[in-house]
């Protein structure tokens, strides 16, 4: 449909979109499936365990979540406790909307469900400047997959992966932030600044315990762009556009 | 085995239906914050401050995202994600190519925690 060659056709596609979000998949594996074991263990039928992950999709608060129903806490603060930890996330889609094709409203409504911690840290980190909606769709639904599939396996063996291997596998997520990053960084000493100040401010907040964690991620994140943004702002130098 | 079961429906009956419509609950306020911006900001051109603050917020979010958490990923075993984080950052700077981190380092860590 263009002139523009294996680049355009690459990064456009929904294909390349599941291939960048592989890696998510990778990580979700390990987690889905302790998600299903734990489900089934606080007395969730598997297609109440299944159901969770297929209309809430959201790791930490399903987690949360296993530990209030198992204590009997009232259900609107299960699902308060569940907004809180998620609130974050107008943040991160806030942020993503400024690198997105513009598309029609449904549609962004329909993989705005798909977006996580990772499939936004993936989407993000894209060099392009504007991310085609394909290839969001992509990183979406390998995600998903993912985390659907291997929870309700989880629920059903009933055990987990041997202990070294889910060990190992539980560096997965964090690897996967760290090789997204780290690539940004060379070169780049905004970059290096954002992903420092925000490290230091959300290890103060985790350390002192002042916050909780979707907080603390939240305000660290908030915090640190303002910062440098003011700082680089002073200076005159700042991202270019497609950074 | 009988008594599991019991204890089992007992649990389920506790939140019975209640739990489905609790799944309601935390599926919208989950999707909200996610629909939301995506949606409304569509076609929107924010202040140049503002958009310059949420082109940062990807990196900082991955720094925030990062430390400490990845030290606490066996939480009685802090040196486990030491090393995961340092072989992390390692192949991260030699390869810049995701997978080669991600497979790297579950591949060391599966090593250290056969051996140890």
């Known amino acids: 449909m263009h002139l523009g ?3 355009f ?6 294909f390349s979109g599941l291939k960048a979000g592989v890696s998510i998949a990778i990580g979700y594996f390990p987690v889905a499936l302790t998600f299903g074991l734990l489900a089934k263990t606080t007395g969730l039928s598997i297609w109440e365990a299944t159901a969770m992950s297929i209309f809430v999709y959201a790791g930490a608060a399903q987690y949360m979540s296993l530990t209030l129903i198992s204590k009997g806490v009232d259900p609107i603060l299960i699902v308060l406790n569940t907004f809180v930890v998620n609130i974050r996330h107008f943040l991160m889609t806030a942020a993503l909307n ?3 094709q513009s598309e029609k409203r ?3 409504g329909i993989y705005a469900f798909g977006i996580t911690d990772e499939s936004f840290s993936v989407l993000a980190t894209q060099k392009e400047s504007k991310i085609a909606t394909p290839f969001a769709f992509g990183v979406a639904v390998i995600a998903y997959s993912s985390w659907v599939i291997f929870t309700a396996v989880g629920h059903v063996i009933g ?5 070294f291997l889910q060990a190992a596998m539980s560096i997965a997520l964090y690897a996967m932030f760290v ?3 780290v690539p940004s960084m060379r070169g780049n000493r905004k970059v290096v600044m954002l992903a420092l100040v925000a490290a230091v ?3 103060f907040f985790y350390w002192t315990g002042l916050l909780s964690t979707g907080w603390s991620i939240l305000v660290a994140t908030l915090v640190s762009s303002i910062l440098i943004e003011v700082i680089y702002a ?3 130098k700042n991202l270019p556009k497609g950074a | 085995m009988q008594k599991e079961g019991k204890t089992y429906r007992k649990g389920r009956n506790k939140m019975g239906m209640w739990y489905w419509w609790t799944l309601l609950g935390m599926a919208l306020v989950t999707y909200i914050p996610r629909a939301f911006p995506l949606t409304f900001l569509e076609g929107k051109e924010l202040p140049p401050v503002v958009s310059g603050v949420l082109r940062n917020i990807p990196y900082a979010v991955l720094g925030a995202l990062i430390f400490p958490a990845i030290l606490y990923v066996q939480q009685d075993n802090l040196l486990f994600g030491l090393i995961g984080a340092a072989v992390a950052f390692s192949l991260a700077f030699l390869f810049s190519n995701v997978m080669i981190v991600v497979l790297g380092t579950i591949g060391v860590l599966a090593v250290y925690s056969l051996i140890f």
């Not at chain 1, 056709?9 to 929904?14: A, R």
């Open chain 1, 5 to 7: 060659g294996e680049h």
């Open chain 1, 159 to 163: 055990a987990n992966l041997p202990a």
């Open chain 1, 234 to 236: 002073k200076r005159g």
């Open chain 1, 179 to 181: 090789g997204l990053l």
């Open chain 1, 201 to 203: 401010i959300n290890g």
């Open chain 1, 106 to 108: 449904w549609v962004k």
């Open chain 1, 9 to 14: 056709v690459n990064k456009n596609s929904f």
């Open chain 1, 98 to 100: 400024e690198k997105m």
